[in-house]
């Protein structure tokens, strides 16, 4: 039997964040030439020498057009190609997947507006909680990272209930479409997802009751930092949900662990980056791996990303499918909880893994 974490213990997880300076302010400030020791981050000098660029290293790419009006050879052969995906890479890169540019454009520019706003707009929406459906702020989170992060963040939950902040002007409809947009690439991906691993289509939709699934849309946003080696944009980590659908506004800094190397991700132009998450790996008994990743930051250009999580419905218990169960070779490896439990308790930091 899966194991299960004693949560009468969990109290509501506030994140004492203290009002900081965003680090946008911070970079912004004309005395700032050197990084302020509070975001020196110690690389680990393993990860350093291992960053590859090389072409057999590049992540797959999927045209999920194919799903919709593609043939039915077309159809299993990117069933397959997703399963692979899921199994040796954990992400992919998406094309041809209806999100129009025109909108991907339009969404980077209002959240560069909202973070343009005067610090003490943008305060108004500084959220304590992780469940706070709207939550403004610089990446420090005292019980989790053990030095400040060279990003600023906001995240709004867009579904079922859709929240955004009422500035700036025409920020909530482009969010509102934008967030649709992405939320119907999840739904086609879900399905040939379920497919891929020898489960009915709408597996995955039932056993996360995904009608009433999370999604959130977040923004980060790295300045230009005066010693980029120095300081790091998110650290290393694995994404919370089924799958995070993910654009940035050209410049590159994310990069993917893959056969312990850390590999530069440059997105094609208007391709969507996807993550497979922590609930899809629970989900699939492991048989979908949930991407290691981090964000780093360089010294020439503000880099922004936008990330879409998707989960399951908060109340809802994730746990290994029976039916990707074996007793003797494949025993239920992860724990049982609440996505809602899940988040909370990975914010108190006592939610070493997904392993419990
Ligand atoms: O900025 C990026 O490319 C990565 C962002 C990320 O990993 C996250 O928001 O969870
Ligand atoms: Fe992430």
């Not at 990084?35 to 393993?46: C, D, R």
């Not at 995906?85 to 969404?107: R, Y």
């Not at 995955?204 to 080696?229: H, M, R, V």
């Amino acid at each position: 039997m899966a194991s299960t974490i004693p949560l009468d213990t969990l109290k509501a997880s506030t994140v004492h964040s203290p009002k900081m300076k965003s680090v946008k302010a911070l970079a912004e400030s004309a005395s700032l030439s050197s990084l302020p020791s509070i975001y020196s981050f110690t690389h680990n000098p393993h990860d350093e020498t291992i960053i590859s660029d090389d072409a057999e290293d590049s992540v797959p790419i999927i045209d999920v057009s194919l799903l919709v009006s593609g043939t039915p050879e077309e159809r299993s052969q990117v069933v397959h190609q997703l399963n692979k995906a899921c199994s040796d890479w954990g992400c992919f890169m998406l094309i041809n997947h209806g999100v129009p540019e025109s909108l991907t454009k339009a969404m980077i520019e209002s959240f560069q507006e909202f973070f343009n706003l005067p610090e003490k707009e943008k305060q108004e929406f500084h959220g304590n909680h992780v469940m706070d459906p709207i939550r403004c702020g610089t990446g420090f989170n005292p019980s989790m990272d053990k030095v400040n992060l060279w990003r600023d963040y906001l995240k709004c939950f867009t579904y079922p209930e859709f929240h955004s902040p009422n500035k700036p002007a025409g920020f909530s409809e482009i969010a509102l479409e934008f967030s649709k947009k992405n939320r119907e690439v999840v739904t086609v991906l879900l399905k040939a997802i379920s497919k891929s691993l020898g489960l009915e289509e709408s597996y995955i939709d039932k056993a996360t009751n995904i009608e009433l699934g999370l999604q959130i849309l977040a923004a980060n946003y790295y300045p230009a930092c005066p010693e980029p080696d120095r300081a790091i944009g998110i650290p290393s980590h694995t994404d919370h949900g089924l799958l995070t659908l993910l654009v940035d506004n050209g410049i590159s800094g994310l990069q993917i662990l893959h056969k312990e190397k850390w590999i530069n991700v440059n997105l094609l132009p208007n391709a969507l980056f996807v993550h497979i998450a922590d609930h899809l790996e629970i989900l699939s008994n492991g048989k979908c791996k949930s991407i290691e990743h981090r964000a780093l930051v360089n010294d020439k250009a503000t880099r922004m990303s936008i990330a879409l999580p998707h989960g399951p419905s908060l109340d809802t218990v994730i746990r290994p499918a029976p039916e990707l169960v074996d007793k003797e070779s494949h025993p239920p490896a992860y724990v049982e909880m609440t996505y809602r439990e899940f988040l909370e308790l990975q914010q108190t930091g006592r939610l070493r893994s997904k392993f419990g």
